[in-house]
């Protein structure tokens, strides 16, 4: 009997051993599976809003790849402010690799398994194509590629990705912005928008413009742009580079899980003209009391003129849609980048507006095209999926017989918030190991429609 006793508490005692090492195995497993984070040469803000917050899937430890210089420093900066604020901070060991050889050191020790990129638009894509070449996912702020050169070399990168098995996405952050999203829901409501025209040049069925500005404020302090921002050469110009997000929407909106293709597009006209510049208000962004010797060639009288403005009107599956993307230096007090747009449906138009009237915040309006009985139809939009979503939403008739609809500030987080809302996005994808089957052919379709603009602009 005491040996049956001293062969069962053996036993107990091994099998008590043998779970402890699974866990312990799948703790590490866990550690093993955990998304680690490498940012490249981060000469762009965005860069550091990717980390204003933290997730669960994410590695404390982010390593940083980067030659010396401003922009690193102001990104390491803006961390430290992210993790030494008194509400929510965040916890990042920041894991410094400084030196001109940044990209080959990165690739050589591979301490994480995405590359963020944010910085100079004309060495992207050569990142880009390092990065999958060797096994790495990449997340990467828009826009990818700023000429033809490039979009060759995307095309490229996105069959490495495939056949490598990793993930390339560009962080599309107005998808997540309140209005639009209750636009494209209204959309999707036969009764209450019927169907996407098919629109003229001259009244585009879907039109999209975004006012920017050089000077602004960022997590709470002035935003120092680096020189080159101003050259078209590393920085590109405003028609392949806002304007990135607003073909994104048109083709989010309005055609959303559908693949698109470039044989879908059918350009109509572009055109590109100059934010001009004094080297009082270059100081005031950058710092430099003089133009650095590389915008000579876009200096007249004195004045710096940036080709950052730019207009498309092109066909997008039969509908005439229409994007423009303006830059002026600082916004009036009390504003900021502001946002216009409209779809126009067989049953009602769907109108986001950020002016006076909406305080400078946007605010969507639905204009509908027989106004009898559609109140009963607004109201039971609102009433079923529009609550579903947006709960709290109200609506009230304008003297212009439209319907202003009210979402409640809890869903109105800010540009700088969407950031967080587009990484756990692809966090998601990582885990699964793909993106949704539109993503990388649309995206393609995106690029390829801001370079052929970019084309057609300055042959004009």
């Not at 006209?269 to 510049?277: D, S």
């Not at 599956?317 to 600082?330: D, E, L, P, R």
């Not at 009230?396 to 918030?417: L, N, Q, S, Y």
Request: negative net charge.
């Amino acid at each position: 009997m005491k040996y049956q006793i001293v062969f069962l508490f053996t036993f107990l005692l091994c099998i008590s051993c043998g779970e402890k090492k699974t866990a312990d195995t799948t703790m590490e497993d866990e550690k093993v599976e955990k998304v680690k984070l490498m940012t490249l040469d981060p000469g762009h803000f965005h860069a550091a809003l990717v980390h204003k917050k933290m997730y669960p899937q994410v590695d404390s430890t982010i390593y940083v790849f980067a030659p010396e210089g401003p922009e690193v420093r102001d990104f390491l900066k803006k961390i430290n402010s992210y993790d030494s604020r008194e509400d929510e901070p965040t916890q990042w060991n920041v894991q410094e690799n400084i030196g001109d050889d940044y990209l080959n050191q990165m690739i050589a020790k591979k301490p994480g398994n995405v590359m963020i990129v944010a910085g100079k638009n004309s060495k992207k894509i050569d990142y880009i194509l390092a990065a999958v070449k060797a096994g790495l996912n990449v997340y990467a702020d828009k826009p990818l590629v700023i000429n033809s050169e490039g979009f060759e070399k995307l095309k490229e990168a996105f069959r490495l990705a495939k056949e490598n098995k990793v993930l390339i996405y560009d962080i599309m952050t107005e998808r997540f912005e309140s209005t639009t999203m209750m636009q494209k829901l209204f959309s999707t409501m036969p009764d209450v928008f019927g169907e996407l025209e098919d629109g003229t040049a001259e009244d585009p069925a879907i039109v999209k413009e975004s006012v920017h500005h050089f000077f602004k404020y960022v997590s709470g302090q002035p935003l120092v742009r680096p020189a080159w921002f101003f050259d078209i050469n590393e920085e590109g110009e405003g028609i392949v580079d806002v304007t990135t997000h607003l073909v994104d929407l048109v083709q989010w909106e309005a055609f959303p899980n559908q693949i698109i293709d470039s044989t879908d597009i059918e350009m109509i006209n572009a055109r590109r003209w100059p934010t001009v510049l004094t080297a009082e208000e270059f100081e005031g962004v950058t710092g430099l009391s003089d133009f650095p010797d590389y915008l000579d060639k876009d200096l007249v009288s004195e004045k710096l003129n940036v080709f950052s403005n730019g207009e498309i009107t092109y066909k997008i599956k039969g509908k005439v849609a229409k994007v423009s993307v303006i830059w002026n230096y600082q916004a009036p007090e009390g504003t900021g980048d502001t946002h216009f747009s409209i779809m126009r449906g067989t049953k009602s138009d769907l109108i986001i507006k950020q002016g006076h009237g909406e305080d400078y915040k946007p605010v969507l309006y639905v204009r509908p095209k027989d106004k009898l009985e559609f109140e009963s139809i607004i109201k039971s939009a609102i009433e079923g999926e529009v609550q579903a979503n947006f709960k709290g939403t109200t609506y009230k008739p304008m003297t212009d017989g439209t319907w202003r609809i009210d979402i409640p500030e809890e869903f109105k987080i800010g540009h700088e918030a969407h950031f967080g809302q587009v990484t756990a996005n692809y966090l998601k994808y990582l885990e699964a190991g793909k993106l949704p089957e539109w993503e990388v052919p649309n995206m393609i379709t995106k690029y390829y429609t801001t370079i052929e603009a970019y084309k057609k602009a300055n042959e004009n």
